[in-house]
Protein backbone atom coordinates (compact mmCIF):
# COMPACT_ATOMS: atom_id res chain seq x y z
CA UNK A 1 0.00 0.00 0.00
CA UNK A 2 1.24 3.84 -1.09
CA UNK A 3 0.05 6.08 1.03
CA UNK A 4 0.81 9.84 -0.33
CA UNK A 5 0.67 13.03 2.53
CA UNK A 6 2.32 16.14 3.90
CA UNK A 7 4.74 16.44 6.35
CA UNK A 8 6.01 19.63 6.73
CA UNK A 9 8.61 19.05 9.58
CA UNK A 10 10.04 16.75 7.07
CA UNK A 11 10.60 19.64 4.70
CA UNK A 12 12.65 21.34 7.63
CA UNK A 13 15.18 18.48 8.02
CA UNK A 14 15.49 18.21 4.39
CA UNK A 15 16.33 21.62 4.14
CA UNK A 16 18.75 21.59 6.75
CA UNK A 17 20.22 18.69 5.62
CA UNK A 18 20.81 19.08 1.67
CA UNK A 19 20.94 22.74 1.46
CA UNK A 20 24.71 22.82 1.17
CA UNK A 21 24.73 18.90 0.09
CA UNK A 22 25.81 17.65 -3.49
CA UNK A 23 27.00 13.78 -4.73
CA UNK A 24 28.25 12.69 -7.54
CA UNK A 25 27.86 15.32 -9.83
CA UNK A 26 24.43 16.33 -8.04
CA UNK A 27 24.05 19.52 -6.30
CA UNK A 28 21.12 19.28 -4.29
CA UNK A 29 21.81 22.74 -2.62
CA UNK A 30 22.10 24.36 -5.70
CA UNK A 31 18.58 23.21 -6.77
CA UNK A 32 16.97 24.28 -3.80
CA UNK A 33 18.81 27.83 -4.07
CA UNK A 34 17.46 27.67 -7.99
CA UNK A 35 13.66 26.87 -6.67
CA UNK A 36 14.05 28.99 -3.97
CA UNK A 37 16.54 31.91 -3.42
CA UNK A 38 15.04 33.68 -0.57
CA UNK A 39 15.65 30.87 1.73
CA UNK A 40 18.31 30.72 4.52
CA UNK A 41 19.57 28.71 7.22
CA UNK A 42 17.86 31.64 9.70
CA UNK A 43 14.43 31.97 8.30
CA UNK A 44 14.01 28.30 6.46
CA UNK A 45 11.26 27.25 9.09
CA UNK A 46 9.31 30.46 8.37
CA UNK A 47 10.10 30.47 4.96
CA UNK A 48 8.96 27.06 4.68
CA UNK A 49 5.53 27.61 7.06
CA UNK A 50 4.76 30.85 4.71
CA UNK A 51 5.57 28.67 1.53
CA UNK A 52 3.02 26.19 2.39
CA UNK A 53 0.66 28.66 3.33
CA UNK A 54 0.54 30.53 0.40
CA UNK A 55 1.07 27.53 -1.82
CA UNK A 56 -1.52 24.85 -0.46
CA UNK A 57 -3.65 24.82 -3.14
CA UNK A 58 -1.11 23.80 -5.42
CA UNK A 59 0.12 21.56 -3.39
CA UNK A 60 -2.93 19.66 -2.46
CA UNK A 61 -3.80 19.12 -6.13
CA UNK A 62 -0.32 18.01 -6.50
CA UNK A 63 -1.19 15.22 -3.98
CA UNK A 64 -3.86 14.43 -4.59
CA UNK A 65 -2.75 13.65 -8.33
CA UNK A 66 -0.39 11.64 -7.13
CA UNK A 67 -3.00 9.54 -5.07
CA UNK A 68 -4.82 8.70 -8.22
CA UNK A 69 -2.41 7.93 -10.50
CA UNK A 70 -0.92 5.10 -7.69
CA UNK A 71 -4.49 3.94 -7.46
CA UNK A 72 -4.33 3.59 -11.41
CA UNK A 73 -0.71 2.26 -11.63
CA UNK A 74 0.07 0.57 -8.80
CA UNK A 75 -1.42 -3.01 -9.32
CA UNK A 76 0.37 -3.39 -12.69
CA UNK A 77 4.01 -2.17 -10.98
CA UNK A 78 3.60 -4.28 -7.89
CA UNK A 79 3.17 -7.10 -10.75
CA UNK A 80 5.91 -6.47 -12.93
CA UNK A 81 8.35 -6.00 -9.27
CA UNK A 82 6.80 -9.92 -8.09
CA UNK A 83 7.96 -11.01 -11.65
CA UNK A 84 12.09 -9.98 -10.78
CA UNK A 85 11.82 -10.21 -7.11
CA UNK A 86 9.69 -13.33 -7.00
CA UNK A 87 7.60 -11.65 -3.52
CA UNK A 88 4.34 -9.66 -3.92
CA UNK A 89 5.80 -6.35 -1.90
CA UNK A 90 1.60 -4.66 -2.97
CA UNK A 91 0.86 -5.59 0.91
CA UNK A 92 3.99 -3.74 2.14
CA UNK A 93 3.53 -0.19 4.00
CA UNK A 94 5.25 2.70 1.73
CA UNK A 95 4.91 6.56 2.75
CA UNK A 96 5.02 9.15 -0.22
CA UNK A 97 5.30 12.93 0.96
CA UNK A 98 5.14 15.82 -1.08
CA UNK A 99 7.60 18.53 -0.42
CA UNK A 100 8.59 21.62 -1.76
CA UNK A 101 12.26 20.93 -2.18
CA UNK A 102 13.28 19.28 -5.58
CA UNK A 103 15.37 16.73 -3.53
CA UNK A 104 12.98 13.09 -3.80
CA UNK A 105 15.43 11.05 -0.78
CA UNK A 106 14.02 8.08 0.50
CA UNK A 107 14.71 6.96 4.05
CA UNK A 108 14.74 2.73 3.91
CA UNK A 109 14.29 2.26 7.45
CA UNK A 110 10.79 3.50 7.72
CA UNK A 111 10.06 2.81 3.32
CA UNK A 112 9.23 6.71 3.16
CA UNK A 113 10.45 9.09 0.06
CA UNK A 114 9.45 12.74 -0.91
CA UNK A 115 8.38 14.18 -4.28
CA UNK A 116 8.51 17.79 -5.57
CA UNK A 117 4.77 18.84 -5.89
CA UNK A 118 5.97 20.26 -8.99
CA UNK A 119 6.53 17.89 -11.36
CA UNK A 120 4.39 16.68 -13.46
CA UNK A 121 1.97 13.87 -12.91
CA UNK A 122 3.46 11.36 -14.43
CA UNK A 123 7.32 12.24 -13.34
CA UNK A 124 5.93 11.80 -9.62
CA UNK A 125 4.95 8.62 -10.25
CA UNK A 126 7.83 8.13 -11.72
CA UNK A 127 10.18 9.48 -8.60
CA UNK A 128 7.45 6.57 -6.11
CA UNK A 129 7.53 3.73 -7.98
CA UNK A 130 11.92 4.59 -8.30
CA UNK A 131 12.38 4.70 -4.83
CA UNK A 132 9.91 2.09 -4.12
CA UNK A 133 12.00 -0.09 -6.65
CA UNK A 134 14.86 1.03 -3.95
CA UNK A 135 12.98 -0.42 -0.93
CA UNK A 136 12.25 -4.01 -2.93
CA UNK A 137 15.61 -4.42 -4.13
CA UNK A 138 17.42 -3.97 -0.64
CA UNK A 139 14.82 -5.92 0.97
CA UNK A 140 15.51 -8.39 -0.93
CA UNK A 141 19.17 -8.26 -1.08
CA UNK A 142 19.31 -9.23 2.78
CA UNK A 143 16.78 -11.81 2.87
CA UNK A 144 19.60 -13.24 0.13
CA UNK A 145 23.23 -12.09 1.20
CA UNK A 146 22.19 -11.83 5.26
CA UNK A 147 26.00 -11.65 5.96
CA UNK A 148 26.76 -9.47 3.21
CA UNK A 149 23.90 -6.72 3.47
CA UNK A 150 24.99 -5.96 7.15
CA UNK A 151 28.35 -5.29 5.93
CA UNK A 152 27.70 -2.68 3.14
CA UNK A 153 26.11 0.44 3.40
CA UNK A 154 22.65 1.66 1.77
CA UNK A 155 23.89 5.24 1.13
CA UNK A 156 27.12 5.04 -0.48
CA UNK A 157 29.73 2.39 -1.42
CA UNK A 158 29.13 -0.57 -3.72
CA UNK A 159 25.21 -1.43 -2.24
CA UNK A 160 24.28 2.28 -2.73
CA UNK A 161 25.69 2.08 -6.31
CA UNK A 162 24.22 -1.15 -7.35
CA UNK A 163 20.59 -0.52 -6.29
CA UNK A 164 20.87 3.07 -8.42
CA UNK A 165 21.84 0.92 -11.54
CA UNK A 166 19.57 -1.96 -10.72
CA UNK A 167 16.80 1.04 -10.85
CA UNK A 168 17.33 1.85 -14.34
CA UNK A 169 17.78 -1.60 -15.77
CA UNK A 170 14.37 -2.71 -14.27
CA UNK A 171 12.40 0.50 -15.05
CA UNK A 172 13.53 0.15 -18.47
CA UNK A 173 12.29 -3.46 -19.00
CA UNK A 174 9.01 -3.67 -20.62
CA UNK A 175 6.71 -4.24 -17.94
CA UNK A 176 7.74 -1.17 -16.33
CA UNK A 177 8.07 1.21 -19.64
CA UNK A 178 4.75 0.39 -20.23
CA UNK A 179 3.23 2.39 -16.26
CA UNK A 180 6.03 4.88 -16.75
CA UNK A 181 6.01 5.90 -20.54
CA UNK A 182 9.51 7.06 -20.50
CA UNK A 183 13.00 5.94 -20.32
CA UNK A 184 14.80 5.86 -16.86
CA UNK A 185 17.74 7.93 -17.11
CA UNK A 186 20.76 7.38 -14.17
CA UNK A 187 20.27 10.14 -11.88
CA UNK A 188 24.20 10.55 -11.33
CA UNK A 189 25.92 10.80 -14.46
CA UNK A 190 29.30 9.61 -12.67
CA UNK A 191 27.97 5.75 -12.53
CA UNK A 192 27.54 5.76 -16.44
CA UNK A 193 30.33 3.51 -17.47
CA UNK A 194 29.66 1.21 -14.25
CA UNK A 195 26.27 1.02 -15.24
CA UNK A 196 27.23 -0.17 -18.71
CA UNK A 197 29.22 -3.14 -17.23
CA UNK A 198 26.48 -4.40 -14.22
CA UNK A 199 24.01 -4.71 -17.44
CA UNK A 200 26.04 -6.74 -19.26
CA UNK A 201 26.10 -8.92 -16.30
CA UNK A 202 22.49 -8.74 -16.33
CA UNK A 203 21.96 -10.20 -19.44
CA UNK A 204 24.68 -12.79 -19.15
CA UNK A 205 22.84 -14.15 -15.70
CA UNK A 206 19.74 -14.05 -18.35
CA UNK A 207 17.98 -10.90 -15.98
CA UNK A 208 17.57 -13.06 -12.76
CA UNK A 209 17.94 -11.42 -9.54
CA UNK A 210 20.05 -14.31 -7.87
CA UNK A 211 23.05 -14.56 -5.55
CA UNK A 212 25.48 -15.08 -8.98
CA UNK A 213 24.14 -11.65 -10.21
CA UNK A 214 24.14 -10.04 -7.11
CA UNK A 215 28.08 -11.15 -6.06
CA UNK A 216 29.09 -10.60 -9.73
CA UNK A 217 27.96 -7.05 -9.47
CA UNK A 218 29.25 -6.13 -6.22
CA UNK A 219 33.05 -8.14 -7.44
CA UNK A 220 33.07 -5.22 -10.33
CA UNK A 221 31.77 -2.43 -8.58
CA UNK A 222 34.18 -3.09 -5.92
CA UNK A 223 37.41 -3.74 -7.92
Same mark, same amino acid.
Given at each position: ??????????????????????????? *????? !????? $????? #? @? &?? +? =??? %??????????????????????????? *????? !????? $????? #? @? &?? +? =??? %???????????????????????????????????????????????????????????????????????????????????????????????????????????????????????????
Amino acid at each position: MIKIALNIKLDYQIYAEFRDFSVLGVD *FGLQI !KKNHP $DINLK #N @Y &KK +Y =IDE %FYKENGAAIEISTSELSGTINQKSDLY *FTAIK !KYFGV $DYSKE #N @Y &KG +Y =ISI %FDCNPRFVDDKSFQVFYEKSGLDKLRVCFHEITHFTFFDYFEKLLPAKYESLDRNSGVLWELSEIINVILLNEPEFRSILQKEEKLFYPSLENKFKEIKTIWINSDKCLDSNFMQKSLAYLAH
